[in-house]
């Protein structure tokens, strides 16, 4: 019991450090992935437009399992981190869009 409590306490703080909401032991359940808006239910421009106005977007990019967090540009990454553009499935075609991503050989120490 006691290790399933300092566990409990060691996922909470990891949460509590990384901005996740934890609400009724559902932090991973498909319902949250269902949230996520998918990128196939946008035109390009629309997914572009979106992600413009918000600064960054956590979205699906293939089904409910596989997601990116897609950014207007380099401001919303770490300090370590460079953007690089990867296309996306979008409604009317392919779109090419930013994520964050940290060089080979760099530590975010």
Same mark, same amino acid.
């Given at each position: /019991?006691?290790?399933s409590?300092? +566990? /409990?306490?060691? +996922?909470?703080?990891?949460? &509590?450090?990384?901005?996740?909401?934890?609400?009724?032991?559902?932090?991973?359940?498909? %319902?949250? &992935? %269902? &949230?996520?808006?998918?990128?196939?239910?946008? $035109?390009?421009?629309?997914?572009?437009?979106?992600?413009?106005?918000?600064?960054?977007?956590?979205?699906? $990019? !293939?089904?409910?399992?596989?997601?990116? !967090?897609?950014?207007?540009?380099?401001?919303?990454? &770490?300090?370590? %981190?460079? $953007?690089?553009?990867?296309?996306?499935?979008? !409604?009317?075609?392919?779109? !090419?869009?930013?994520?964050?991503?940290?060089?080979l050989?760099?530590?975010?120490?």
């Amino acid at each position: /019991m006691k290790h399933s409590i300092t +566990t /409990m306490k060691s +996922t909470l703080l990891t949460a &509590a450090f990384f901005g996740l909401t934890v609400t009724s032991g559902a932090m991973f359940s498909s %319902e949250t &992935a %269902e &949230a996520r808006p998918n990128t196939s239910d946008f $035109t390009c421009s629309a997914l572009r437009s979106t992600i413009n106005q918000r600064g960054a977007v956590v979205f699906n $990019t !293939r089904n409910n399992r596989v997601f990116r !967090r897609l950014v207007r540009n380099r401001s919303q990454c &770490a300090l370590v %981190e460079n $953007t690089r553009n990867i296309s996306v499935p979008t !409604r009317d075609g392919r779109c !090419r869009v930013r994520i964050c991503h940290q060089p080979l050989g760099r530590s975010s120490r």
